[in-house]
């Protein structure tokens, strides 16, 4: 199909610059927001951008922050308020009506607030009061397993280290967080395969690396900051390929801020040579073409092999049976195409594999990433400068909080650290992750619900049914610093308590504190804000969890948790007793500016896995899985009637079998919409669907024309066979333009999380399939909502 440039200008440049202005004067904090931006991700008494978790150069720069950095910093640096007398003015169930734009831009949550039923408002609180609360329910449960605690990527390592503490002194391993929605096959699969769930690669190999296979990323819009080391790796002589269903006119070229001439003479670099518009869901695909193609030309480095990996036979018998054929039809990329690649990867001395969250949130998502880790190996990949495994992840910290403890199935070497250090057990059993949670919450096997920040219930699939579960529970907990949709949903008793952002100081009775962060490569950093708090009754997430743990545990704890809130060195020696990796943690992160990095075993060639050796894997599922999905799928339409595989042949339907993905937008960053620009993709609104105009003219229809979304319940989920699901509908959405593959369309998340549902997922890392659902798609009046034939 035709390319279609939606957007004809570089990335970043003067748009960036004024979208970004424009944004600081819409949070009305251009002075707190500027003062901020000069202090992001600096060496010295600055902190870490919570927009993304690329990681800092080495190198100094006087401003180092992008236009989507700034957009998290204009809303957390705001003024305005949501205290007392905004809830005084908006009772809960008027905000359940408001956007989520509206929501953001109500102001920085200022005081502790609970729910009052006879007035439907939230009201204010003591601490003291809020916290005698908490100790009452959670003391009153059957079981702690009873109690659910969400945790998002926004809290940093030492506040983190205390709270998968608290909760396991109390009893439970229920422990889920934004990683097991995001990159949960990264952690479990390189985990399996390489021994550490985390990237090989640091910062530096980008500038050696010869190849890099880019997959199922938007870095324009997601991690701007990768831009710049795209550009300087191509401008070094390496080749850069975008595998990705979409065309993001945002890869095309990049202006960089940084350099003066640059702006001032409208110049760009270069940042992808090629996109291989992939079809959705055809990753696995396409990498067994590749290694098919390289195992049967013997251009894999089999001494690497030899020496290193475990597992290689039983894959290439699995691979010289996949028929091209099937290749083809999986990927939607012709043979011959898939061979020019190959023979890239057989060339190239180094070679990088990076991906965002395009590659995970498929039921084959495990797949996706163990076959990429399978092509690094072939190629002996892993473990040289220039090369190896980039998962790019999308919070600042979630990695960090995984590290720290944060994860509802524990390694055993955690617990009995734990056990060693504090003198008192923990518990063994895996909890709940956030697709078992969510299941056990609307199942009403939960009484208490605590989220340290986060937007739970946005952010999961079945979006409505977890709202409506969180209005059975007893207790709901809510940590932030803004207000949300999941907050609004209240049960028999709501908190809300305010805690300090990023860019704020942390003062106690010891003096300023400073926390730390993992970023998507291993280092870690210090981060320290600088701002006078925008209430004087915030107080630090350490400081709430410690007093939390004081009144529910009371005198059964020797643990000393206040200790540990008002001096974060505690905290930390704490954890180089308890995390591996962390020896000496005070003085390795106050020995240089920028941190230091976690030992990673795999990047030195040691594989901390069952076999010794790095781990081949065989996918799971059929390569053809979502052509099959698409060709064998018979759905209800809205009016009742059947439409099967038959439909694709009718030259001018009216509906018709696709495969949908979600999309964030310029505007957003994960479930918090700044505004209605998407810049590169050219719409101010998010009721939109997503088509190639090819596909729209070859159905009869036309921009601008009203469609709905239809979804069946699904019959083949990955590991649930007793789904009750219903038909889902979504809509009516507004047909735009994009360069998106055949049989595709997109949608904006998280308005389309309610046709996603708990039952399908990955079957080992459980991740939510935001990336891949069959739907049906039906034009309708946009004024009576009935059908429209063409």
């Known amino acids: ?16 610059l004024i979208s970004s202005t424009r944004k600081l004067m819409d949070y009305k904090a251009f002075l707190r927001g500027s003062v901020s931006v000069l202090k992001s991700n600096q060496p010295k008494g600055g902190f870490d951008c919570p927009g993304c978790a690329w990681p800092d150069h080495k190198s100094h720069k006087s401003i ?25 003015r908006h009772t809960v169930s008027e905000l359940q009506g408001w956007s989520g734009y509206e929501l953001e831009h109500s102001g920085r949550l200022s005081e502790p607030l609970a729910y009052d039923a006879t007035q439907d408002r939230y009201v204010p609180i003591s601490w003291e009061a809020a916290y005698r609360r908490i100790a009452e329910q959670l003391q009153q449960l059957d079981t702690p397993d009873e109690a659910l605690f969400y945790t998002s990527g926004r809290v940093t390592n030492e506040p983190a280290f205390m709270y998968q503490l608290f909760v396991r002194c109390f009893g439970t391993n229920n422990l889920p967080d934004c990683s097991n929605m995001c990159h949960e096959p990264t952690s479990v699969v390189l985990g399996r395969q390489l021994g550490v769930g985390k990237a ?28 710049e080391m795209l550009a300087h790796a191509q401008s070094q002589g390496c080749r850069i390929i975008s595998i990705n269903p979409m065309r993001e006119q945002g890869l ?6 940084q350099k003066p001439t640059h702006m001032a003479a409208g110049q760009s670099d270069n940042v992808v040579n090629e996109v291989i518009q992939i079809q959705i869901g055809g990753d696995t695909a396409l990498l067994t073409g590749l290694a098919k193609w390289l195992i049967e030309n013997d251009k894999i480095d089999n001494d690497f092999i030899a020496t290193h990996t475990s597992g290689f036979e039983p894959l290439k018998q699995w691979l010289i049976e996949q028929s091209w054929t099937d290749i083809e039809q999986g990927s939607g990329i012709a043979q011959a195409d898939i061979v020019e690649i190959a023979k890239l990867v057989a060339e190239s001395p180094a070679t990088i594999c990076t991906w965002g969250m395009g590659i995970t949130q498929h039921v084959q998502g495990d797949d996706n990433v163990a076959m990429i880790t399978n092509l690094l190996l072939l190629m002996g990949m892993i473990g040289i400068d220039g090369a190896g495994a980039s998962p790019v992840r999308g919070h600042s910290n979630v ?19 734990l056990e060693r250090v504090f003198e008192r057990p923990m518990p063994q059993e895996d909890g709940f992750d956030v697709v078992s949670g969510a299941k056990a919450l609307i199942a009403g096997k939960l009484k208490v619900f605590m989220a340290m920040g986060g937007n739970y219930a946005v952010a999961a699939p079945d979006t409505s049914a977890i709202q409506q579960a969180l209005t059975t529970t007893q207790l709901n907990i809510f940590v932030g610093t803004k207000l ?11 908190l809300i308590l305010p805690c300090l952002g990023r860019t704020e100081r942390t003062v106690t009775a010891k003096g300023e504190q400073f926390a730390t962060i993992e970023d998507s490569m291993c280092q870690i950093v210090p981060t320290q804000g600088s701002l006078k708090p925008v209430s004087d009754r915030l107080k630090s997430e350490a400081q709430i969890v410690a007093d939390i743990a004081t009144h529910v545990l009371a005198a059964e704890s020797s643990i000393p948790w206040q200790a540990m809130s008002e001096d974060f060195d505690v905290i930390r020696d704490y954890i180089a007793q308890a995390i591996d990796g962390f020896e000496d943690f005070n003085e390795r992160i106050r020995a240089t500016e920028r941190g230091f990095h976690l030992y990673h075993p795999a990047r030195h060639r040691v594989w901390n896995t069952d076999s010794g050796k790095a781990q081949f894997e065989v996918p799971q599922y059929p390569i053809t899985y979502v052509a099959a999905q698409m060709a064998n799928m018979t759905l209800n339409t809205r009016d009742g009637t059947k439409q099967n595989d038959q439909i694709k042949s009718d030259p001018n339907p009216h509906q018709k079998v696709w495969q949908l993905t979600s999309v964030r937008s310029h505007d957003q960053f994960n479930t918090m919409i700044f505004g209605y620009q998407d810049r590169y993709r050219q719409t101010d609104r998010r009721d939109v669907l997503f088509m190639h105009p090819d596909e729209m003219s070859r159905l009869g ?12 319940a699904s019959t083949n989920s990955a590991n649930d066979t007793d789904s009750t699901e219903q038909p889902r509908t979504l809509g009516p959405l507004i047909l735009t333009e994009m360069d998106i593959a055949s049989n595709a369309v997109a949608a904006y998340y998280p308005e389309c999380n309610d046709l996603f549902d708990l039952d399908t997922h990955a079957p080992d890392s459980h991740i939510p399939a935001y990336k891949s659902t069959t739907v049906v798609l039906e034009r309708v009046d946009a004024n009576t909502g009935m059908a429209d034939p063409a």
């Open 701 to 712: 229809w036309q921009k601008g024309d009203s469609v709905m979304v239809s979804r069946q």
């Open 200 to 227: 090989t690669v640091m910062l530096e190999d980008f500038e050696q690396a010869k190849l890099i296979l880019m997959f199922g990323q938007n870095p324009a819009t997601n991690h701007p900051r990768m831009l």
């Open 64 to 88: 180092d922050v992008c236009e989507n950095g700034i957009k998290v910093i204009a809303s957390e640096t705001m003024t305005t308020k949501a205290d007392a007398q905004f809830f005084a």
């Open 399 to 417: 990695q960090g909080d995984r590290t720290m403890g944060i994860h509802e199935r524990p390694a055993q070497s955690l617990l009995d650290n």
């Open 252 to 257: 095309t070229a990049f202006r960089n801020p």
């Open 484 to 494: 949300n949709e999941t907050m609004l949903y209240p049960g028999a008793n709501n």
């Open 1 to 16: 199909m035709r390319k279609i440039p939606v957007y004809s200008h570089p990335a970043a440049g003067w748009p960036a």
